[in-house]
């Protein structure tokens, strides 16, 4: 996906998530609603990005 932010383009990864529908969590408005749960547990990928805060440079 390209994104555009504060004049900087940039590329996000797109992740699809893979859900399974549950049961009715409750009603709103008088409509049932169900309960959407991930099929698996997933975890991004953790790359340590270095940032800048007022001058001061860090890693998430």
């Known amino acids: 996906m390209k994104l555009h932010f504060h ?3 940039y ?3 797109y992740v699809e998530w893979q859900v399974v529908e549950g049961e ?3 009603k709103y408005r008088g ?3 169900k309960i ?3 099929r698996e547990q997933h975890r991004l ?3 340590h990005t270095e940032l800048v805060y ?3 440079h860090y890693t998430k």
Do not use: A
Request: charged residues 20%.
């Open 7 to 9: 004049g900087q383009d």
């Open 11 to 13: 590329q996000d990864p």
């Open 24 to 26: 009715v969590g409750g």
């Open 31 to 33: 409509v049932p609603w």
């Open 36 to 38: 959407h749960r991930m």
């Open 45 to 47: 990928p953790s790359h």
């Open 54 to 56: 007022r001058g001061i």
